[in-house]
């Protein structure tokens, strides 16, 4: 008989259930102070927008030379998960910072990850 569930593919059923069980929990309101969601929450919803392994181990990091993870992070006018130049980052939730940041890397680098990963190399920004 042939197989149709893949490791890959149980791995992912597995962390879209988890993830979808806690948006709603992360809703943020302008002005509230959010709690710091765990990393591998967030590493969850970024393996999910990625488009395959490669991707993933790219944004991974990026996110993690940025903010190592924190929601929170700040460097002068740059905020959240991607060091965004955008106010909107300093009250967003994780998945909404995670989806500027991927809109961002399509916008510029062509939606790839590994571009953003090799010019951060070469220049420390993105």
Same mark, same amino acid.
């Given at each position: 008989m042939k197989q149709y569930f893949t490791h890959k593919w149980l791995i992912t059923a597995i962390s879209f259930t988890l993830l979808? @069980?806690? +948006?709603?929990a992360t809703t943020?309101?302008? @002005?509230t102070k959010q709690k710091?969601? =765990?990393?591998?929450r967030i590493l969850t919803a970024l393996w999910l927008m990625s488009a395959n392994y490669e991707q993933y181990l790219c944004h991974k990091y990026i996110i993690k030379k940025e903010s190592n993870f924190r929601t929170d992070a700040r /460097? &002068? =006018? $740059?905020?959240g998960l991607a060091q965004g130049r955008s106010r909107y980052l300093a009250t967003a939730t994780y998945t909404q910072q995670l989806a500027w940041y991927?809109?961002?890397? @399509?916008?510029?680098? =062509? &939606?790839? &990850?590994c571009k953003a990963k090799a010019h $951060? +190399?070469? $220049? /420390?920004w993105y």
């Open positions: 979808i @069980g806690t +948006l709603g943020a309101f302008a @002005g710091q969601p =765990s990393r591998e /460097n &002068g =006018s $740059h905020y991927m809109r961002y890397i @399509g916008a510029r680098y =062509s &939606g790839d &990850g $951060h +190399l070469k $220049h /420390n």
